[in-house]
């Protein structure tokens, strides 16, 4: 990918740029939790985006994507943007950048990325990491990291019509190599839990499929747990998130709420202690309970929460059959991977069946992708 990216670069502008780097994301436990203020457990991966990049001493900006063979050039105005979609991406990073009192000018950019697109692994945050990280740098603007996450989250919220969370942008920006991250969403504190499963491997088995009910259900969701969190505010004024919230509690206002609404409530309450729970266990390298905690989600996704889907259900009973150690649905739900830990002994037997079974009932081969925990924004020798 660099060699390519180097050569498209020469071409283009006849000289050579600094190269940048930043990653997709795979979130381990802590699904719908960012925005009833609990925690999310994600880490960067082993695929990602890289771009050459140089500034160039106009007000204009020249990026070619090689993914989109596609060549954009703009202003750093707002009325500058972009008619296309992927080139609002940098476009957004640079305003925000502004925005933030960030002193750019114009560059040059070629970039490719090897992030599966479709599979939840937010290709998005890792496209706004890796150029937040680099105008940073090559304009030495001092923004501290949280910022660059936040920069990359503005970009989706004004730019490109995604009211997303901080868990893709952060992860993308803070991943280290062997470590997952804890993040608490209500406070912004984190910290990096060594994960290096010996005799395990972490592997997405991605459906194919997008249902398209994600968008208006997620909003729903979303207004349930906030109904459940006022309810129970009544009587424990200091329940501001679901995340502050205890069973009992919630026991408590059964009977003043809709079973919708309770179910939802008890799916993120217990969620939010599931992220704790493994966190424990990994600093025991304990990961049969990680697997145990992972299967727990998934029950909750599915029955609780009802973000599951066919196919996922189908993946994750699979998953349990072939003695597959954890597996869950990763992401928002309605389709897209499971998320599976599974041993090495047994890896080979469960993509096998994987493939098949699920080709034969489904008509379509799943996509497999092995991930490997990695190092988030940075800039390559």
């Known amino acids: 990918m660099r060699a390519k990216i180097a050569e498209k670069f020469k071409t283009l502008f006849g000289e050579d740029g600094d190269f940048f780097a930043s990653a997709g994301r795979i979130n381990l436990i802590g699904e719908h939790t960012d925005y009833n203020g609990g925690f999310v457990f994600p880490g960067a991966v082993d695929k990602g985006i890289m771009a050459e990049i140089r500034p160039n001493?106009?007000?204009?900006?020249c990026v070619y994507s090689i993914d989109m063979d596609e060549y954009v050039e703009f202003g750093?105005?707002?009325e500058d943007a972009p008619a296309q979609s992927w080139a609002r991406?940098?476009?957004?990073?640079?305003?925000?950048t502004i925005k933030r009192g960030g002193n750019i000018s114009g560059f040059n950019a070629v970039f490719a990325g090897d992030v599966p697109l479709g599979a939840g692994m937010s290709s998005s945050a890792a496209l706004e990491s890796t150029f937040a990280f680099a105008l940073n740098y090559l304009f030495d603007l001092k923004i501290d990291k949280?910022?660059?996450?936040?920069?990359?989250?503005?970009?989706e919220h004004n730019y490109c019509g995604v009211k997303c969370g901080i868990m893709d942008q952060f992860a993308s920006v803070f991943g280290k190599a062997g470590n997952l991250i804890r993040l608490d969403c209500k406070t912004m504190e984190y910290?990096?839990?060594?994960?290096?499963?010996?005799g395990y491997r972490l592997v997405l088995v991605d459906s194919a499929v997008k249902h398209e009910l994600a968008s208006s259900a997620y909003n729903k969701r979303r207004e349930s747990c906030e109904r459940a969190a006022a309810a129970i505010r009544r009587n424990h004024p200091e329940v501001e998130f679901l995340r502050d919230a205890r069973m009992e509690w919630l026991e408590e206002v059964k009977a003043d709420i809709t079973e919708e609404d309770y179910m939802r409530a008890?799916?993120?309450?217990?969620?939010?202690?599931r992220v704790l729970d493994v966190c424990d266990a990994l600093e025991r390298d304990d990961y049969e309970t990680v697997g145990e905690k992972m299967y727990e989600t998934h029950y909750g996704m599915s029955k609780l929460?009802?973000?599951?889907?066919?196919e996922l259900d189908f993946l994750n009973d699979l998953a349990r059959e072939c003695g597959v150690t954890g597996s869950r649905v990763m992401g928002g739900g309605f389709g897209g991977c499971t998320i599976n830990l599974v041993r090495n002994e047994l890896y080979d037997k469960f993509i096998d069946r994987a493939k098949s079974s699920f080709t034969e009932k489904f008509g379509h081969s799943p996509k497999i992708y092995d991930v490997v925990i990695s190092d988030g924004a940075r800039k390559l020798q």
Do not use: M, N, W
């Open 266 to 273: 008890e799916y993120v309450i217990d969620e939010v202690q």
């Open 76 to 78: 750093l105005k707002e």
């Open 191 to 198: 910290k990096y839990y060594p994960f290096h499963p010996d």
């Open 89 to 96: 991406y940098v476009f957004g990073v640079c305003r925000e």
């Open 57 to 61: 001493g106009t007000e204009k900006v």
């Open 305 to 310: 929460y009802e973000v599951s889907c066919e």
């Open 146 to 155: 949280f910022e660059l996450a936040r920069i990359g989250q503005s970009t």
